[in-house]
């Protein structure tokens, strides 16, 4: 677990979970169960693996059916933090695996800070 996600609680946006290393060569997505997040209260849309390949800014390019996409809007964070880390877990179906967990972290951070 590697990817770190940064949201401000106002913020609703498509965010990518790449699961390129995570899966094997050949390995593709073919369908996402669920995504779900240990606290927050953060909500998802539902989710699809990319259909065309994607390029980062980094130059990094991941192919078709590699990355989870998913706009995650909402979220909450306790009284008197400034942040709150979550653990995002992506359930996929691949071509090779009836079921694999994809798991990110999710920073999470206030619109209004104290």
């Known amino acids: ?5 940064d949201k401000r609680t106002a913020d609703s ?3 990518d979970i790449d ?8 390995e593709t997505i073919t369908s996402i169960t ?4 240990d ?15 994607v390029t980062y800014p980094d ?4 192919p078709i059916a590699k990355v989870v996409q998913v706009l995650i809007t909402a979220g909450a964070i306790p009284a008197g ?5 979550c653990t995002i877990r992506a359930l996929l179906v691949t071509n090779l ?3 694999l967990e994809a798991t990110v972290l999710l920073r999470l951070t206030d619109t209004i800070t104290p």
């Open 1 to 5: 677990m590697s990817q770190v996600l």
């Open 13 to 15: 946006r498509q965010y």
């Open 19 to 26: 699961c390129s290393l995570l899966l094997a060569p050949g």
């Open 34 to 37: 669920a995504v779900t997040a």
């Open 39 to 53: 606290q927050g209260g953060l909500a998802f849309s539902t989710p699809a693996a990319n259909d065309v390949a």
């Open 59 to 62: 130059g990094r390019v991941v």
């Open 81 to 85: 933090s400034q942040e709150l880390v």
């Open 97 to 99: 695996n009836p079921a």
